[in-house]
């Protein structure tokens, strides 16, 4: 999934779930989550994958049966962000990574917000719980510092955004493509 297919996906997830509360977190795979979220008065699953070779983020129709006892990462997720509402989505300059606003009550009824940064990018693929701070939270994919040195994820780091590309954005003035070539 590039960029430009994430953005796709992104105002189709928008359009049916913002707003929307997230009634059940399954982590069917060891990297792949289904968040059931009721908007606009029907039930969607929201699929996100970040496995290396089928990395993706969309809505879905399929249902998959987790597994007998949950992992940490859903177990974690399920105690900070079932019942909150997804309050935005954002891709920053068409990359891979989206991040999804949610707004939740701490344990003891306290307005919380968190960022479920879903990066799509290959075998770098990773899905992040992101507190207000911007402190990770977790991460489906613990990547410690022996690991990368550059861009470590484990909890109580601060999350930063995965080094830019340096491809330009295709919605930016000048980037219009003509296609007069293919006719009216």
Known sequence: MDGLCLYASMREIERALLGGRIDKIQQTEKDELILTVRGAGANYRLLINASASDARVHLTENKKQSPAEAPMFCMLLRKRVTGGRLVRFEQADMDRVLAIGIEASSELGDPARFTL???????????????????VVDAIKRV???????????????????????????RAPGAQHRLDVLGP
Request: glycine share 10%; with cysteine; net charge positive.
């Open 117 to 135: 940064c879903c990066e799509i990018m290959g075998r770098h693929s990773n899905v992040i719980l992101v507190d207000g701070s911007g402190t």
């Open 144 to 170: 410690s510092p022996a690991m990368s040195g550059a861009r470590p994820m484990l909890p109580g780091l601060q999350y930063s955004l995965p080094p830019a590309q340096q491809k330009r954005d295709p």
